[in-house]
């Protein structure tokens, strides 16, 4: 008979969580390198991808609380990552762009993130590693209440 300490171990659930918060870790060692955290990665990437956004606009679409997203726009900003100029839209309101040195520094962490993930996933065969993904981003997509891919 399985304990059932042998039998939580054994749920999917599980092993996904603590697979992802070794896969977190991996990722997170990696930034530390450019004195970043993962959140400072994705707050660098959503500005890329839609700047330039409102403060606001930014913390909905990546889920972080406006206070927190302050601390990490201060430290992205104090690092002359990104600027907060008056929205041109709306003067109430900050956009959030980009500088030259923050597009640098998303290139080089996005090469520490893949660079890290190659690690995390190296006991897989390339095949096995799309497979996951796959797998993975079906579950995700289901969970998020958007179709599944086909």
Partial sequence: MTSALAHI?????????????????LVAEALAAEGLKLAHHA??????????????????????????????????????????TPDPADRRKNAVTLT?????????CA?????????????????EREQLTALLTRIHETAAGSRPRS
Avoid: C, M
């Fill in 9 to 25: 171990q054994t749920l999917p659930s599980w092993l996904v969580g603590r697979v992802a918060a070794r896969g977190r870790a």
């Fill in 111 to 127: 090469a520490l993130a893949e660079t890290a993930n190659a690690a995390f996933l190296s006991p897989l065969t390339p095949a």
């Fill in 43 to 84: 707050v660098l990437a959503a500005t890329d991808e839609y700047g330039p956004v409102a403060q606001a606009e930014l913390g909905r679409r990546l889920g972080i609380d406006p206070k927190d997203l302050v601390g990490l726009l201060n430290h992205l900003e104090g690092a002359g990552l990104l600027l907060r």
């Fill in 100 to 108: 030259p040195a923050g597009e640098a520094a998303l290139t080089r």
